[in-house]
């Protein structure tokens, strides 16, 4: 929970540190990538690691990615790169949408 919530109120360094110190790990290796790609805005690797994800881990991998470009395409807008938002909407979100 402590740290979650130095992750949550951006103390990451601080976060990793006490994990590296304490031996325990909160997360497992694909999860720290996953988070680490998120951050970074690699939605693209995000992506692959849903793919590369354990067929019995129970995850709707076309809702997450559809999530996962719909945020990328916001991201893209409110930065002011149309264009790009564009593209991202018509070959990564619309495909991914639920209600088709």
């Known amino acids: 929970l402590l740290n979650q919530s130095l992750r949550v109120l951006g103390f990451q360094d601080i ?3 006490l994990q590296e110190e304490s031996g325990i790990s909160l997360e497992t290796a694909v999860v720290t990538r996953f988070r ?3 951050s970074n805005g690699a939605y ?3 992506c692959k690691i ?3 994800l354990d067929p019995n881990v129970q995850v709707d991998q ?7 470009f719909r945020e990328k395409y916001l991201e ?3 930065k ?3 264009r790009a938002a564009l593209l ?3 070959n990564d979100v619309t495909p991914r949408s639920p209600d088709t």
């Open 44 to 46: 693209d690797e995000a």
């Open 88 to 90: 991202c909407l018509r």
């Open 36 to 38: 680490d790609s998120l």
């Open 15 to 17: 976060a990793d540190r």
């Open 62 to 68: 076309q809702t997450a990615k559809y999530l996962l």
């Open 76 to 78: 893209l807008l409110a």
């Open 50 to 52: 849903i793919d590369s």
């Open 80 to 82: 002011g790169d149309t």
